[in-house]
C-alpha cells in the first residue's frame, strides 16, 4: 500500500519507495495498536522479527542509501548492492536504532533472535569479501558463492563478533536459536562438501555417502556456535537428494529441534518415526538432535504429493509445554488430516492445503546411544528424585544409567508404564550383578536400596527376546526417607537471593550449593503453568545466575529449581 498503513505517532506514517518493510502491532484481542512503514527509496524487505517487552527487533534486507540506520549507527553507510539491516523499535513503534550489516555485495539477514541476556542473534546469507566478520571467530573470510553468516549484537545495535560459515558453494543461514548458556544453534542449506561437517559429527558427507566434494544437490546443516563465535560442532543432515533446513527450536532439556523438506529417500528417518517412509514428492521432515549433536530422532511427514515450501523457505513449526511439535506445511496431498479434526480431508485439491500436525515427543530415547557400560547415562548424585521417560528400540535393546548415592537414606529403583516386559538389574560400580527385579508381565519393576548403602552404581534397563516393539516405559529413583535429603541439605546452603524483585528485563538468582549439579530454573504463574525453563550447571559453592524475562508479560510467578533444592520463591514481573 502506498497511503494508509503508517499510524500517527509510529516511526514512519508515509511510503518511502519502490517496495517497503512494515511492522504492526496488534492487541490480544486484534486490534491494531500502531503500525509503520520501513524503508527508503530502494527495495526493502522485514524476513523477521522478535519482540520482548523492551519492543521489538527486526531483520532484513535493503536496497536504500537513505532512511534505514539512526545516528550512532554500527554501520552507518549503504555498503553495495543490497545490505542487511537489523532496528529497534520501542513498544510504542518508535525507532530506537538501525543499522546496516553488510559489505560491497548483497546481504541479507533472514532470522533474529534474542538470548538469554539480552544480545541480538543474526543470521544471513553473503557473498560479500568485506564488512562481515569481526572478532577471533570461526570463519573470517567468505569461502565460497555464498555463505551463511552470524552476528552477535548487543541490545543497543554495537556489533560484538560475526562469523562467515561455509565451503565453496554456497550456504544460506535460515534460522538461529540460542540455548540457555549463551550459545546458538543455524540451521540452513548447503551445497559445499567441505569446510563444513566437523570430525566427529552426526553426518560427515555432504549427501549422506560418496567423496568429500560439492555436488549439485544440497543437505540441510546444523551448527552450534560458543557465546564468542567460535565453531562448537556442525553436521549434515541430508540423503541423496535435496534437503532445507528452515526452522528451528532449542528446547529447555537441551535438545534442538530442526524442520525444513526432502526429496530423499534414504538416511533421513529413525527406526521410532512416526513417518519411516518417503511419501512421495517433497515432503516435510523433522529432527531432534543433543546438546553436542548426537541424532535422537527424525521423521518424515508428508503424503503422495509435494509438502512444498515457497521462495527457498520450507515448513514452520513451534514447541509448547517441550514436548508437543505443532508443525505447519502447505500440502498438495490428500489422506493427511485425521478423524475429527478441523478439516480431516483436503479441500483444495489440485491446489495446496495448509496442514497443521501435533506430534508429541515426550516418549523418544533422548539417551541413545548408552547400551553399554562405558555409554552409562550419567544420572549425578541422587539425592531426592531422578524421573525419565526413554525407549526401548528393538528386541535385545539395552540402557544403562550410572548414579551416586549417599548414605543416610533408602533408596527405590522403579520401572512403570511398562507395554511389554522389561527387566531392571542394579549392578557395583565394577560391574557386577548385585541386585534384579522379582516381576514378570507388565507389573511395575521395583528395586530397594537401604539407607547405609552408598558408592556409585549402574541400573539396567533391558528388552525381553521374542516379538518385542518400541516400548516407552518410566524410570524413578525416589529417596523414601520420608524426609528429603535434598532438603537437609538446603538448611546448610545459603537462602536464594533473588534480585530486582520486582524485575524487568533480567532477573539474578544467587546462593551457595554444597555439591555440583545439574538442573532446571522452572517459572510458573499463579495457575501452575511452566512459562519458562532453563537449564543450569550448579557448582560446588557459590553461584550467580541471570534469568531472562523479558519476554514474560507482566504479573505474579513463582521460581522453583526441578529438584526443589531452593525453597520456592515468588518473583514479580512489571
Not at 511439535?325 to 480431516?344: D, E, H, K, Q, R
Request: net charge negative; with cysteine; aromatic share 12%.
Amino acid at each position: 500500500s502506498l497511503t494508509g498503513f503508517g499510524t500517527d505517532g509510529a516511526h514512519q506514517k508515509n511510503y518511502g519507495g519502490s517496495i517497503d518493510g512494515f511492522l504492526a502491532k496488534f492487541s490480544t484481542e486484534g486490534i491494531l495498536s500502531w503500525s509503520t512503514y520501513y524503508g527508503g527509496l530502494g527495495k526493502d524487505q522485514a524476513f523477521s522479527c522478535i519482540a520482548n517487552q523492551s519492543g521489538v527487533y527486526v531483520g532484513g534486507y535493503t536496497e536504500s542509501a537513505e532512511n534505514i540506520v539512526t545516528p550512532g549507527a554500527d554501520q552507518p553507510n549503504y555498503a553495495g548492492a543490497g545490505d542487511a539491516f537489523i532496528a529497534a523499535f520501542s513498544p510504542a513503534g518508535i525507532i530506537k536504532f538501525s543499522t546496516y550489516l553488510g559489505g560491497s555485495d548483497q546481504d541479507r539477514a533472514h532470522d533474529i533472535h534474542l538470548d538469554h541476556f539480552g544480545n541480538l542473534m543474526i543470521t544471513g546469507t553473503t557473498p560479500s569479501e568485506d564488512g562481515i566478520a569481526l572478532g577471533d571467530v570461526h570463519q573470517s573470510e567468505v569461502g565460497g558463492n555464498s555463505d551463511a553468516f552470524i552476528s552477535k549484537y548487543s541490545k543497543t545495535g554495537v556489533k560484538k563478533w560475526s562469523t562467515y560459515f561455509g565451503g565453496l558453494k554456497t550456504e544460506r543461514g535460515r534460522e538461529i536459536v540460542p540455548d540457555g548458556d549463551g550459545n546458538c544453534y543455524v540451521t540452513g542449506p548447503t551445497g559445499s562438501g567441505l569446510n563444513i561437517a566437523t570430525p566427529d559429527a552426526h553426518q560427515v558427507l555432504l549427501n549422506g555417502s560418496g567423496p568429500a566434494t560439492d555436488t549439485v544437490y544440497e543437505d540441510a546443516y546444523l551448527a552450534k556456535f560458543d557465546s564468542t563465535g567460535k565453531l562448537l560442532w556442525a553436521t549434515y543432515f541430508g540423503g541423496e537428494h535435496d534437503e532445507m533446513g528452515s526452522a528451528m527450536k532449542w528446547l529447555a532439556n537441551g535438545l534442538v529441534v530442526i524442520g525444513g523438506t526432502t526429496l530423499s529417500d534414504s538416511l533421513l528417518s529413525t527406526p521410532d518415526a512416526l513417518q519411516v517412509l518417503r511419501g512421495g514428492g517433497r515432503d516435510g521432515f523433522l529432527a531432534i538432535f543433543s546438546e553436542d549433536g548426537r541424532l535422537i530422532w527424525s521423521t518424515y511427514y508428508g503424503g503422495i504429493k509435494d509438502e512444498n515450501y515457497q521462495d527457498g523457505y520450507g515448513p514452520a513449526f513451534d514447541i509448547y509445554d517441550n514436548r508437543h511439535i505443532i508443525f505447519g506445511v502447505s500440502s498438495y496431498s490428500a489422506g493427511l488430516g485425521t478423524l475429527n479434526s478441523y478439516t480431516p480431508s483436503s479441500t483444495s485439491i489440485p491446489s495446496s492445503d495448509g496442514l497443521f500436525v501435533s506430534i508429541d515427543i515426550q516418549c523418544l530415547d533422548f539417551y541413545e546411544p548408552n547400551n553399554d557400560f562405558s555409554k552409562a547415562t550419567d544420572l549425578e548424585t541422587i539425592n531426592s528424585i531422578t524421573f525419565l521417560e526413554a525407549l526401548m528400540n528393538y528386541q535385545g535393546d539395552k540402557d544403562f544409567y550410572r548414579f551416586k548415592k549417599i548414605a543416610g537414606f533408602p533408596l527405590k529403583i522403579k520401572l512403570d508404564n511398562l507395554a511389554q516386559n522389561c527387566d531392571l538389574v542394579l549392578y557395583d560400580s565394577l560391574f557386577n550383578p548385585i541386585r534384579k527385579s522379582n516381576h514378570t508381565g507388565l507389573w511395575g519393576e521395583e528395586i530397594t536400596m537401604n539407607a547405609a548403602i552408598s558408592g556409585k552404581f549402574y541400573v539396567r534397563v533391558l528388552s525381553p527376546g521374542g516379538g518385542f516393539s518400541n516400548t516407552c516405559y518410566e524410570l524413578s529413583l525416589e529417596n523414601t526417607d520420608g524426609m528429603n535429603k535434598t532438603q537437609e541439605m538446603a538448611k546448610d546452603e545459603q537462602p536464594l537471593l533473588l534480585y530486582p524483585n520486582p524485575a524487568d528485563q533480567f532477573v539474578s538468582l544467587e546462593f551457595n550449593s554444597l555439591e555440583s549439579k545439574q538442573t532446571f530454573i522452572v517459572l510458573t504463574d499463579l495457575s501452575g503453568k511452566v512459562v519458562l525453563q532453563q537449564a543450569i550447571k550448579i557448582t560446588e559453592g557459590s553461584n550467580i545466575f541471570e534469568l531472562n524475562t523479558s519476554q514474560l508479560s507482566g504479573g505474579t510467578y513463582l521460581l522453583n529449581f526441578q529438584d526443589g533444592i531452593i525453597p520456592l520463591q515468588k518473583l514479580l514481573i512489571y
